[in-house]
């Protein structure tokens, strides 16, 4: 039977309308993945213009993304970076640490920093460097994205600021704010371990004398000599301290009572036979070791204090032991 004129009107009007909303739909995906192109492509675009170095490792610390910036700095295409690792540039020992941030990041999926110190012809750069663990829609660890930045001129300034509050100034030597940092760390190893622990104060006689005669240009000069004769008798475990206007101070770890005292004599003597131009001058030195009764330094500090002021009493240029 032959269908009739309307019939297949109706059925061409039909299939027509099906190849439309075919076409509706079709353009739409296009349209919306055009758009995610477009709205990817724009966020490259802004990534590119941000001055720090971002990156997207895989779960197994391999490169699947990174910014112009990053790009540039290892010489690469983004197709060339895609897979590659940081050993491909870095060398091994810091190609274990930033791939040991990544394991940490990945292991405990949670944000952290660290700053890495990369040695380049000669020259030291700093970059500081944030991690975190990067998850696709349906809470699925993918893997680490980081941020560094530079911060050369900042971290030696930090340094530089650091080393000024720790030290003295004038001699180099540790201030006391740091001796007493030191001081309470040793006590607590020996402590823990057993160990003998001596401690030394020295002072110099007459200081008062020194800068109302020569001026404090020439007491400056005392000081400065008095550190470097005890910086020249001290082993690389003790610490030595400027404490005070005159006074230093000597932290001799595994040291026992007799051994300080020998040292003490050294120092002594050495200071006593100086020679320069600089006005003679002598020394007197307190000297106080752990007892089984100290609670904290401070018992060891307040006994060789008092073993100063006895040297003192004596007539000075001595060494007196708590």
Not at 252 to 262: F, G, V
């Amino acid at each position: 039977m032959l269908m009739s004129i309307e019939t297949i009107g109706l059925l061409i009007f039909i299939l027509l309308f099906f190849i439309a909303l075919l076409l509706f739909f079709n353009l739409k995906e296009y349209r919306q993945a055009q758009t995610k192109t477009q709205m990817l492509n724009s966020y490259e675009q802004i990534l590119d213009q941000v001055g720090a170095y971002i990156y997207v490792k895989d779960t197994q610390s391999r490169y699947v993304y990174g910014n112009q910036l990053t790009l540039d700095y290892f010489g690469v295409t983004l197709e060339q970076l895609k897979g590659t690792s940081d050993s491909h540039y870095f060398s091994s020992e810091i190609t274990d640490v930033l791939q040991g941030n990544d394991r940490k990041v990945l292991a405990l999926q949670r944000k952290m920093s660290d700053d890495i110190i990369v040695d380049i012809d000669n020259d030291t750069i700093v970059y500081h460097e944030v991690k975190q663990p990067l998850f696709d829609n349906k809470g699925k660890l993918m893997g680490v994205i980081g941020i560094s930045t530079e911060i050369t001129a900042e971290y030696h300034l930090r340094t530089k600021l650091e080393q000024l509050a720790n030290s003295d100034s004038l001699t180099g030597l540790y201030n006391r704010r740091s001796f007493n940092t030191f001081s309470d760390h040793e006590f607590s190893r020996a402590v823990r371990y057993l160990e003998s622990l001596s401690f030394m104060i020295i002072d110099i006689d007459f200081f008062k004398n020194v800068n109302d005669t020569f001026g404090h240009l020439v007491g400056d000069e005392v000081i400065k000599r008095v550190a470097n004769i005890c910086n020249e008798h001290v082993r690389e475990s003790d610490i030595l301290a400027r404490i005070g206007g005159e006074e230093f101070a000597i932290l001799l770890p595994d040291t026992d009572i007799d051994s300080a005292y020998i040292m003490a004599e050294r120092i002594r003597e050495a200071q006593q036979h100086y020679e320069q131009q600089a006005p003679a001058i002598t020394i007197s030195i307190g000297i106080a070791t752990l007892c089984s009764q100290d609670k904290t330094f401070v018992d060891i500090f307040k006994r060789a204090d008092k073993a100063l002021y006895s040297s003192k009493n004596i007539g000075r240029n001595n060494v007196n032991v708590a």
